[in-house]
């Protein structure tokens, strides 16, 4: 009887317990290209970079907001885990790890930083780094935020140069046995920390010394050390030159005494090659960067190995050209994908970066005082990418979604005739059939072009309405039911929101048309997915 009282007693505390602390998926693993929970339901990774390996190795932005109200930022901005950065000295160097925040600070003469810390997270001042960063892992556990611990360099600093003596194993300051003893550290660390869900090995190899064969040696050396450490955690390699290429990988796999855990990480910017972007017509351009990154990257996919996007991003002013352009064309690659990312960064500002003091982040998400959204507009773009469209648990496998990166938007119906932009969840079903068709998933409505500048309908006689991918980027829908010269092709009204047929613009040629209102991506049907 008294154990039966007790035994009810402890499930009813449990209860109690669970409803007032959920804690984040636990424990990842990988299935075929997708990363999973312990239930088997796809995890999509929707993350944002926020650096701690600058030369104070604190989080930054803690002298301007308090923590949670940082974590709480986040989360409201629909971001469900942080890539949080650290440098392998806050671990490895004796006179860098016994530093507190406070002695951290105050070797850098950053008097104000230290004041605004000492303002919004006072229980920070006197902490030793390792624990200041646990600090922030546990709050943002505490906010239901998944976190990697990315190793971005091994001397705190901006990162990253080409022969900077961070790049590549070997280098000044890249001895592989202290960035071993470094991951082992960070990995035992936080085991049991549930929402701690992976570990990034280290940040863009580059330099003179990257090769191959060393890359398998310490990658290999690398992650079963965090797995024998942490077998928790997902495992997320790199690749070479910024990584920006992977492409080694088709002709020889990673072995490992584990399976499941794998994940492969890409970075891809304007600047990872600008020429494209600075001279080419925008469709040619984003032809040419996205097949380079399917050959250096994407083609992990097929070969059903997990990727990550874990840098991305844009000048969020709207002034750079070069990301301008490349903009809507790695949304569209994320959305056919489905790809699991992290934005680069969070930041609006940095305590110290390249000797100047409070440094602005032109790519942050967070205004320069961290209070609010720098851009709101480049912000909902992506948040169109955080609800996953496709993988083991979705619950539309075969709908065909089209997407418009311009606004983040997919083509619905707006009446039984007529097609508007509206969220991608909320997205019509379509079907690309052999004859050409674009028709509804269930039913036999096809769209049809009516006159240019006039919406296009959608109709049942479908027999002239052949629609063909045109461009270079492959985004243009032109129908097929005029002479050449006079294609019309989907496009947005005026309004921002109608589908109309408009004459087809910015085919080629010149660098300086805007093709992206007339960019429309399908999304491909799921595959792989049981
Ligand atoms: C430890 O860090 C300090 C400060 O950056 C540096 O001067 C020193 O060389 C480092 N020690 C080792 C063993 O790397
Ligand atoms: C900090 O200020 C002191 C005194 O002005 C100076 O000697 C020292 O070099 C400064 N340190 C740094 C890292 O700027
Ligand atoms: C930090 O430690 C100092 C003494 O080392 C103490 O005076 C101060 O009150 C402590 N601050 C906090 C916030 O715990
Ligand atoms: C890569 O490094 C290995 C081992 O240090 C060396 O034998 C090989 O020649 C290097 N390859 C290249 C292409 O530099
Ligand atoms: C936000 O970004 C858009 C382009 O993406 C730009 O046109 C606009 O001026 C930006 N707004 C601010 C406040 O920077
Ligand atoms: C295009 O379709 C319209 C109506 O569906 C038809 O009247 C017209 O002849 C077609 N044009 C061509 C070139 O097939």
């Not at 002239?464 to 010269?485: D, F, I, Q, Y």
């Amino acid at each position: 009887m008294k154990s039966l009282s007790l035994l009810l007693a402890s499930l009813i505390l449990s209860i109690v317990t669970l409803s007032l602390y959920t804690p984040v998926a636990a424990v990842l693993s990988t299935k075929s290209r997708w990363i999973i929970d312990e239930s088997g339901k796809r995890v999509k990774l929707a993350c944002v970079n926020w650096p701690s390996h600058l030369q104070p190795m604190v989080a930054e932005g803690l002298h301007k907001q308090p923590v949670d109200v940082i974590s709480k930022s986040i989360v409201s901005r629909g971001l469900n885990c942080v890539r949080l950065t650290y440098a392998t000295f806050m671990l490895t160097n004796e006179s860098v790890a016994s530093l507190t925040v406070k002695s951290s600070f105050e070797s850098l003469n950053l008097t104000d930083a230290l004041q605004g810390i000492g303002v919004h997270n006072p229980s920070l001042l006197n902490l030793t780094l390792i624990q200041a960063y646990h600090a922030v892992v546990s709050n943002l556990g505490e906010n239901e935020v998944m976190v990697i611990l990315d190793n971005h360099l091994t001397v705190p600093g901006w990162c990253c140069g080409y022969s900077d003596g961070n790049g590549f194993f070997g280098d000044t300051y890249f001895n592989p046995d202290v960035w071993i003893q470094g991951l082992q550290k960070m990995a035992t660390s936080f085991h049991g920390v549930s929402n701690v869900v992976g570990m990034s090995l280290r940040n863009e190899l580059r330099g003179p010394r990257q090769n191959v064969t060393n890359w398998y040696r310490y990658m290999h050396k690398g992650a079963e050390a965090i797995h024998t450490a942490n077998p928790n955690v997902l495992v997320i390699l790199s690749g070479l030159s910024f990584d920006n290429d992977l492409s080694f990988l088709s002709s020889r796999q990673v072995q490992l005494s584990f399976t499941r855990k794998l994940v492969f990480e890409v970075h891809w910017y304007s600047f990872s090659d600008s020429k494209p972007w600075s001279t080419l017509n925008t469709n040619q351009a984003c032809a040419k960067t996205s097949g380079d990154f399917m050959g250096h990257a994407g083609f992990l996919l097929a070969k059903e190995w997990p990727l990550f996007m874990s840098e991305f991003g844009v000048d969020n002013r709207g002034v750079n050209d070069n990301d301008n352009r490349y903009f809507g064309c790695i949304l569209a690659k994320l959305a056919e994908l489905d790809l699991d990312w992290a934005l680069w960064a969070l930041q609006g500002s940095y305590y110290l970066r390249e000797g100047i003091v409070d440094h602005g982040e032109t790519y942050g998400v967070l205004s320069a005082d961290w209070s609010t959204s720098q851009n709101s507009t480049v912000l909902k773009r992506i948040q169109a990418l955080q609800k996953p469209f496709q993988g083991p648990g979705s619950i539309f496998p075969l709908h065909q979604k089209i997407f418009h990166p311009a606004t983040a938007l997919c083509v619905t119906r707006k009446s039984t005739h007529l097609l508007q932009l509206g969220p991608c969840d909320q997205s019509t079903a379509w079907r690309y059939t052999e004859e050409g068709n674009i028709k509804l998933r269930i039913g036999f409505s096809c769209i049809k072009v009516e006159h240019a500048g006039e919406p296009v309908q959608l109709g049942i006689d479908c027999s002239r309405e052949k629609w063909e991918l045109v461009s270079a980027s492959k985004m243009h829908l032109a129908s097929m039911n005029m002479s050449e010269g006079n294609r019309l092709c989907l496009d947005v009204d005026r309004d921002g929101k109608t589908i109309v047929a408009n004459p087809c613009n910015c085919l080629s040629d010149n660098h300086n048309c805007d093709p992206t209102s007339q960019w429309f991506k399908s999304m491909k049907k799921d595959w792989n997915a049981d």
